[in-house]
């Protein structure tokens, strides 16, 4: 058996098709989306997704601004520029890039964010009314997920789901998604005793943990899907070739950019499993997408309505 090899890009342009078309829709009745992205010092790898966020709005037809702020800026003054961002009517979602510097307290940023323009699902009421099983902004990784199985009508209802991370950002909301659809979800960790066995009795896998390749075959129930959300830049020639052999297009990565991205999960897993998401090009390609759509929702929720 040979998994399916999830083609996270063609979903995430379906999406970001259907988030246009609704944008237009919306612009002609006067609503045009807004969300501002708060960007604070020289993280280039942040700069970079946020340079992504706002190709895609624009792609969209979504008005977005960017408030790149020096890293030297105070948590006092930080608060106030959310203020500001919560007071203005034509801003429907507020997004804080992390991380954030040394010095600034990202959940006392985080919360100072209006609940109506969290399209990043991290508000502490935002992830209360998900936890309760109530309408929420939900953070857009677990969303793409549910978006994935959903395409490849993965059965849910009923199914054993193991997630393996439990960070808020995606663990911890995906294994809550899985449960409101009526999977019977267990939720793991690095603490977990005897993880290869437990994660074997998974009809649905989540890998979240942030440590490349370790989930390999031992981890798997034959037919399995497998959803990989894991991104580790890997640098080491050996592993590399171990994990993709002589791979053409890995090893040349390496010599483009001195590293190539690789999941949580081994390669060899896609023996077992009957669906898997590839890194790059599984999730990731869902998360902006998602994004939004989440910001589309406020949107309509603040200015139209719900309508």
């Given at each position: 058996m040979s998994a399916t090899i999830v083609n996270g890009a063609e979903i995430g342009k379906r999406i970001r098709a259907e988030v246009a078309a609704e944008a237009a829709a919306m612009a002609e009745r006067g609503v045009v989306p807004g969300l501002?992205?708060?960007?604070?010092?020289?993280?280039?790898?942040?700069?970079?997704y946020v340079r992504s966020k706002r190709r895609a709005c624009r792609k969209a037809g979504i008005h977005s601004e960017l408030q790149h702020l020096p890293d030297s800026i105070s948590q006092d003054e930080l608060l106030q520029r959310v203020g500001e961002l919560n007071r203005r009517d034509e801003i429907d979602g507020i997004l804080v890039?992390?991380?954030?510097?040394?010095?600034?307290?990202?959940?006392?940023?985080?919360?100072?964010i209006d609940p109506a323009k969290d399209v990043d699902g991290f508000h502490p009421i935002n992830f209360g009314r998900l936890a309760t099983?109530?309408?929420?902004f939900v953070p857009a990784t677990p969303l793409g997920i549910m978006e994935i199985l959903r395409t490849h009508d993965v059965p849910i209802e009923g199914a054993r789901a193991v997630v393996i991370g439990r960070s808020n950002i995606v663990g911890k909301p995906v294994a809550l998604?899985?449960?409101?659809?009526?999977?019977?979800?267990?939720?793991?960790?690095?603490?977990?005793?005897?993880?290869?066995?437990?994660?074997r009795e998974a009809d649905i896998l989540v890998a979240a943990t942030g440590r490349a390749a370790i989930v390999t075959p031992?981890?798997?129930?034959?037919?399995?899907?497998?959803?990989?959300?894991?991104?580790?830049?890997?640098?080491?020639?050996?592993?590399?070739?171990?994990?993709?052999?002589?791979?053409?297009?890995?090893?040349?990565?390496?010599?483009?950019?001195g590293y190539t991205l690789t999941g949580d999960v081994h390669p060899a897993v896609a023996e077992a499993a009957s669906l898997l998401t590839p890194v790059p090009g599984g999730v990731g390609p869902l998360t902006i997408a998602m994004l939004l759509k989440n910001c589309l929702r406020a949107a309509r929720l603040r200015?139209?309505?719900?309508a």
């Amino acid at each position: 058996m040979s998994a399916t090899i999830v083609n996270g890009a063609e979903i995430g342009k379906r999406i970001r098709a259907e988030v246009a078309a609704e944008a237009a829709a919306m612009a002609e009745r006067g609503v045009v989306p807004g969300l501002a992205v708060i960007l604070v010092g020289e993280d280039r790898a942040s700069s970079t997704y946020v340079r992504s966020k706002r190709r895609a709005c624009r792609k969209a037809g979504i008005h977005s601004e960017l408030q790149h702020l020096p890293d030297s800026i105070s948590q006092d003054e930080l608060l106030q520029r959310v203020g500001e961002l919560n007071r203005r009517d034509e801003i429907d979602g507020i997004l804080v890039q992390l991380p954030l510097p040394d010095g600034i307290d990202e959940q006392e940023i985080l919360e100072a964010i209006d609940p109506a323009k969290d399209v990043d699902g991290f508000h502490p009421i935002n992830f209360g009314r998900l936890a309760t099983g109530q309408d929420s902004f939900v953070p857009a990784t677990p969303l793409g997920i549910m978006e994935i199985l959903r395409t490849h009508d993965v059965p849910i209802e009923g199914a054993r789901a193991v997630v393996i991370g439990r960070s808020n950002i995606v663990g911890k909301p995906v294994a809550l998604l899985l449960l409101h659809s009526h999977a019977t979800v267990t939720l793991c960790h690095s603490r977990t005793r005897d993880l290869p066995l437990v994660a074997r009795e998974a009809d649905i896998l989540v890998a979240a943990t942030g440590r490349a390749a370790i989930v390999t075959p031992e981890f798997v129930k034959q037919g399995a899907a497998v959803i990989d959300v894991g991104m580790n830049a890997i640098d080491d020639e050996g592993l590399i070739r171990e994990l993709f052999g002589e791979n053409p297009d890995r090893l040349a990565d390496l010599d483009k950019k001195g590293y190539t991205l690789t999941g949580d999960v081994h390669p060899a897993v896609a023996e077992a499993a009957s669906l898997l998401t590839p890194v790059p090009g599984g999730v990731g390609p869902l998360t902006i997408a998602m994004l939004l759509k989440n910001c589309l929702r406020a949107a309509r929720l603040r200015r139209m309505g719900g309508a």
